[in-house]
């Protein structure tokens, strides 16, 4: 598969691929150890308790790293535009919000507001609106909904990555992975825009990040960094969508099942228990592995594999057979939720099982 792809790609592309990648790399990889410097200054650190999983405190504000480098790659291989300036002032308040709540916790209404208003910019200065959809042969017309449907999926991308962030490295991991195969998919249709360059930008600096981020972690991405990953997840995918990068807004959802899936499942967990959607808990997706025995890097590895074939169906659907990646979607798609209702991810199986006992 790797091999057919570099075939399918120019020299040109590929030394420009090499060029967008290596810098923000670089740079996010020796900018981290002075964030996490000031990170301590601050007191932007995570503090174990019954709920992490790190037994001693980290520090946070790695996003700035991670922004710090997308900013560098964009000003090098970037060029102004009306779209492009709405981007930068909505991740500017993604980041400031992020960094905030990283140094001293924010109410959720704080951080959603901060949310909202880096959607409403690209969506009305940008003009990135999801104005309609195909999918599997079905193709649907929002018209007057586009505009709160366009603000619901920043949104949701947004909590998709940060709730998705509680072990080292699987947050950063899980967008290289998409970021890749965005990437892959822009540069053999010879897409080389906006959305083309930003992709490329962005994996670089996951993989920068992940230098310091993998376990055993020395600075976590926070909430900057994870609220970030994902606007700029959303961004790109409108960007791909609206130069027809992708053959369809499902394309780049279907790479990110596990943090979607593992955001539903938050959603409907807490409904069940009575509980507000923004109390955090235990029982995400990668927890449910953890207490099947799996160290950390056997978790997040594995939830890497997972993604990475998401990411794989996508490329083969695209690129090759629409017929095949349909299969491996719906395999995969299968296998997650066989896994989630054998969890307590929806269920509490203790009740059942202390109900069982009685």
């Not at 500017?92 to 924010?106: C, E, M, N, P, R």
Request: overall charge positive.
């Amino acid at each position: 598969m790797i091999y057919v792809v570099v075939v399918l790609m120019e020299k040109e592309v590929l030394v420009k691929i090499f060029e967008l990648v290596i810098v923000p790399f670089l740079v996010v990889a020796i900018s981290t150890p002075f964030i996490k410097k000031l990170a301590e200054h601050l007191g932007a650190m995570d503090i174990p308790n019954n709920r992490k999983v790190h037994l001693k405190p980290i520090p946070r504000l790695g996003g700035l790293a991670v922004y710090f480098g997308f900013l560098v790659g964009y000003m090098l291989f970037g060029k102004p535009t009306g779209v492009m300036n709405s981007i930068l002032i909505g991740s500017f308040f993604i980041i400031l919000t992020g960094v905030v709540d990283d140094i001293k916790s924010l109410k959720p209404i704080a951080k959603f507001t901060g949310q909202l208003i880096a959607a409403l910019i690209v969506v009305f200065y940008g003009g990135l609106v999801i104005k309609d959809i195909s999918a599997f042969g079905i193709h649907i017309n929002f018209g007057y909904f586009a505009y709160p449907l366009t603000i619901f999926f920043i949104l949701g991308c947004i909590n998709c990555i940060n709730l998705i962030d509680g072990l080292d490295g699987l947050s950063s991991g899980i967008s290289a992975i998409f970021f890749l195969a965005i990437g892959i998919v822009a540069a053999c249709r010879y897409q080389t825009d906006l959305a083309f360059i930003l992709t490329f930008i962005m994996l670089g600096c996951c993989i920068g990040f992940l230098v310091h981020n993998f376990y055993p972690a020395t600075i976590f991405i926070g909430d900057s960094g994870s609220m970030f990953l994902g606007f700029i997840m959303s961004v790109i995918t409108m960007l791909g969508y609206k130069n027809v990068m992708m053959s369809s807004m499902i394309i780049p959802l279907l790479i990110l099942s596990v943090p979607i899936l593992d955001t539903l499942f938050a959603i409907l967990r807490r409904k069940l228990k009575g509980e507000s959607i923004s109390k955090p808990d235990k029982s995400h997706i990668h927890h449910q592995f953890l207490k099947r025995g799996f160290s950390q890097i056997g978790t997040v590895l594995t939830l890497y594999m997972i993604t990475f074939l998401f990411a794989m169906a996508s490329v083969i659907y695209v690129l090759v057979n629409a017929v095949v990646g349909y299969i491996i979607y719906g395999v995969l798609l299968i296998c997650l939720i066989v896994f989630s209702l054998k969890t307590d991810i929806i269920f509490s199986k203790k009740k059942k099982d202390d109900n069982r006992k009685g």
